[in-house]
C-alpha cells in the first residue's frame, strides 16, 4: 500500500512539473480600484474619462457614472484596473491633470479608493496693449467680467467667481461673494430664507444655542448645484458671507456678540466674523454650505450702587431712593392698565402667530398688553417699556410672552400638553390676548 501511494505521489509531481514551470509565464491578477472621483473637492460629472497608468504608460480607463462613482464595489461590474507595475501608478484625466497613488502594485487586490483631484488653475491676464481681437495688434486677453445679480442667484464661473445679494421683505440684506478658482465648472448659487420656527420643526436644524438669539429669526439656506445637477457642498476658496440687520432687531442683542452661525448637521457652529457696526453688516467666510444664521447673545443689565464709605444714614437715604423708584414704576403700571395705553390696541385683533423677530401693530398691541402687569412687563426703563412699546417681536418680548404663558397655564399650555411657556404665539395664546382685549373694549364701551 505505501509502495502505491508513493509511486503515485511521484507520478503527480512528474505531471505539476510542466505545469508550474509554465504558469510561471502567466500574468499576474490586476489591481481594481472603484469609488468616487473628486476634483478640487467637487464629485466628478458623469461622463468624465479617468486613465491609470503605469510611470507613463497607459493601463486602463473608465467612464464617471452618477454622483461621481467611477466604479462600484459590486465584483461583476467594472472597475479601474492596474496591471503588473514596478513603477509608480498614476490616475489621470483629459486635460492632464493627474493623481499619484500612495502605494504599490499588489496582484488581485480589490480596494475602496477615491480618487481627489487638485487643479490649479491660474487667473486670466488682464489685457495689455491696445490690439484688436481682429486686427493684428498684440493684446492679450481680458479679466473676465464677475456675474453678479441682486436676486439672490447667480451662476459663478471659474475665472471669474461671482456675487448676489438677496434682500429680505423686512430689508436686511445678505450676499454671497464667491472668489474665482473656487469652483472648477459653472455653478448656480442661491440664497433663501426660511424662520426659525420653519426649520426647527422641520427638523433641518436646531434651535440657537442657549443665551442666543436668532436675529430677526431668520435662517438663510445657501446653495451651489453643479451644471449637471449636482449639488455641491465644499469649495476650493472660501466663500464671503455678509449680513445686515437692523438697529431694532438687535436691540435686546450684545451688538459685539454678533456672529455668523452655520449648521453642520448636529449644532450651530460660530464661524470667525467680523462686526461692522458703522455699516450695520456682520461677515465671514466658508468654505463648505448649510444653512446658516446670524446670531448674538442677549443684553444683561445690572444697576450696581457703589456703598462703598457710606454711613449708615447715606445707607438710609439710597434705599429710600430705590423705594421710591419702585413706587414711581408700580404707578406706571397701574397707569398702564388704564385707558391711556390702550391706543396701541385699537382696531388690533390677533389673527396670526407671533415669533421672535416679526414686526407689525398687532406686536406693540402684545407688548401693551404685557406691559399692563407687573409680573409680565417687557421692561421697567428704556426700549419695550410702558409708554415705549415697538412693533418688533426681540428677545425680551419672547420673555414677557413665556410669562404671560405661564402665568395663564391652565388656558394657554394645558389644553395642549405644555406645562411651561415658549415664547410662541400661537392659537390659545391668541385667543387669551383677544379675550383680554374684548374684556377692555367692553369696559371701555359703557364708560
Known amino acids: 500500500m505505501i509502495k502505491k501511494l508513493l509511486k503515485s505521489s511521484i507520478i503527480f509531481m512528474f505531471f505539476l512539473i510542466p505545469i508550474f514551470g509554465f504558469a510561471q509565464d502567466f ?8 469609488g468616487k472621483a473628486y476634483l478640487n473637492n467637487q464629485l466628478l460629472p458623469k461622463d468624465t474619462k479617468i486613465h491609470s497608468f503605469c510611470g507613463s504608460n497607459l493601463i486602463d480607463e473608465i467612464l464617471v457614472l452618477d ?8 465584483s461583476m461590474e467594472d472597475k479601474l484596473l492596474v496591471k503588473e507595475c514596478d513603477q509608480d501608478i498614476f490616475f489621470k484625466l483629459d486635460d492632464g491633470t493627474s493623481l499619484k497613488y500612495d502605494g504599490y502594485f499588489q496582484e488581485g487586490l480589490t480596494i475602496n479608493k477615491d480618487l481627489k483631484f487638485i487643479k490649479i488653475i491660474a487667473p486670466s491676464p488682464a489685457r495689455t496693449g491696445g490690439g484688436s481681437s481682429s486686427g493684428g495688434g498684440s493684446g492679450g486677453s481680458s479679466t473676465p467680467t464677475t456675474p453678479t445679480t441682486n436676486t439672490g442667484e447667480v451662476t459663478a464661473t471659474p475665472s471669474a467667481g461671482g456675487k448676489t445679494t438677496l434682500t429680505t421683505k423686512d430689508g436686511p440684506t445678505v450676499k454671497i461673494e464667491v472668489p474665482a478658482n473656487a469652483i472648477v465648472s459653472d455653478t448656480k448659487f442661491e440664497v433663501k430664507t426660511s424662520t426659525m420656527e420653519e426649520v426647527v420643526s422641520a427638523g433641518t436644524t436646531g434651535s440657537a444655542p442657549q443665551s442666543f438669539v436668532m436675529v430677526g429669526g431668520k435662517v438663510y439656506q445657501l446653495t451651489a448645484t453643479g451644471g449637471s445637477g449636482q449639488s455641491i457642498t465644499t469649495f476650493s476658496k472660501d466663500v464671503t458671507l455678509s449680513f445686515t440687520y437692523t438697529d431694532e432687531e438687535i436691540e435686546d442683542l450684545d451688538e459685539d456678540s454678533l456672529k455668523v452661525y452655520r449648521w453642520n448637521g448636529t449644532e450651530w457652529v460660530a464661524l470667525p466674523s467680523t462686526v461692522n457696526k458703522a455699516t450695520n453688516t456682520v461677515s465671514a467666510t466658508t468654505s463648505q454650505f448649510s444653512n446658516f444664521a446670524l446670531m448674538g447673545e442677549e443684553k444683561t443689565e445690572e444697576t450696581v450702587v457703589d456703598t462703598t464709605g457710606m ?9 429710600a431712593r430705590l423705594i421710591a423708584l419702585i413706587a414711581t414704576l408700580q404707578a406706571q403700571i397701574a397707569q398702564s ?5 390702550s391706543g396701541a390696541c385699537d382696531g388690533v385683533t390677533f389673527s396670526r402667530s407671533l415669533s421672535l423677530g416679526m414686526t407689525g401693530d398687532d406686536v406693540k398691541c402684545l407688548q401693551t398688553i404685557l406691559n399692563r402687569s407687573v409680573d409680565t412687563q417687557i421692561a421697567v426703563s428704556g426700549v419695550g417699556s ?4 415697538t412693533n418688533y417681536f426681540g428677545g425680551l418680548t419672547r420673555d414677557s410672552v ?3 404663558q405661564n402665568k395663564y397655564t391652565s388656558e394657554v399650555l394645558t389644553p395642549i400638553g405644555l406645562t411651561t411657556g415658549t415664547g410662541y404665539v400661537g392659537g390659545k395664546t391668541i385667543a387669551k390676548l383677544n379675550q383680554i382685549l374684548g374684556r377692555r373694549l367692553t369696559l371701555n364701551y359703557d364708560r
Open 337 to 341: 392698565q388704564g385707558i391711556t395705553s
Open 67 to 74: 454622483d461621481g462613482v467611477y466604479a462600484h464595489s459590486k
Open 386 to 389: 410702558i409708554g415705549n412699546e
Open 311 to 319: 454711613t449708615q444714614d447715606q445707607l438710609r437715604a439710597e434705599i
Open 27 to 34: 500574468p499576474k491578477f490586476p489591481m481594481a480600484f472603484w
Open 402 to 404: 413665556i410669562k404671560f
